[in-house]
């Protein structure tokens, strides 16, 4: 399978979520939702690591890497989601997604300032787009 193939069933995939993690947040707090999201994560991702061989690779991997990866973890993954179950569970899906799905602008920014990454000119109106989508969406009312 090729890789445009592969993004467009993760673009499929990820647009599901929010709808039945919307249908849930009905019944349970945000805190709960994330749990019980993470735990199942948990699961499959552990499954797989086993049963693919990869947990071999666990041993070589530095210190300092698995350090990065577990503040990425705790900031995307539970502070991030955290806030994004909270405007889920309380404002429309049609609007939080696609705000929250401007993550890219902090990527875009941050890779800019710490990585010393050009700014190109698609580069500025992409972020521009992304700015002017989500002020859209915000002020449609």
Do not use: C
């Not at 090729?2 to 039945?20: H, K, M, Q, R, T």
């Not at 939080?96 to 010393?116: E, M, N």
């Amino acid at each position: 399978m090729n890789n445009l193939s592969l993004a467009l069933l993760a673009i499929v995939f990820w647009g599901a979520a929010p709808a039945f993690e919307k249908a849930a947040l009905k019944d349970v707090s945000p805190g709960l939702g994330l749990s019980i999201r993470t735990m199942v994560i948990a699961v499959v991702i552990l499954t797989v690591f086993f049963a693919t061989g990869q947990h071999r690779e666990f041993s070589h991997t530095k210190p300092s890497t698995i350090a990065i990866l577990a503040v990425g973890a705790i900031s995307a993954g539970v502070i991030g989601q955290w806030f994004y179950f909270a405007a889920l569970k309380g404002g429309e899906a049609s609007v939080i997604v696609p705000v929250v799905g401007a993550y890219p602008l902090v990527a875009t920014i941050l890779g800019i300032l710490v990585f010393k990454e050009k700014i190109t000119w698609f580069k500025a109106t992409g972020v521009l787009m992304i700015i002017s989508g989500v002020f859209l969406l915000k002020w449609q009312r």
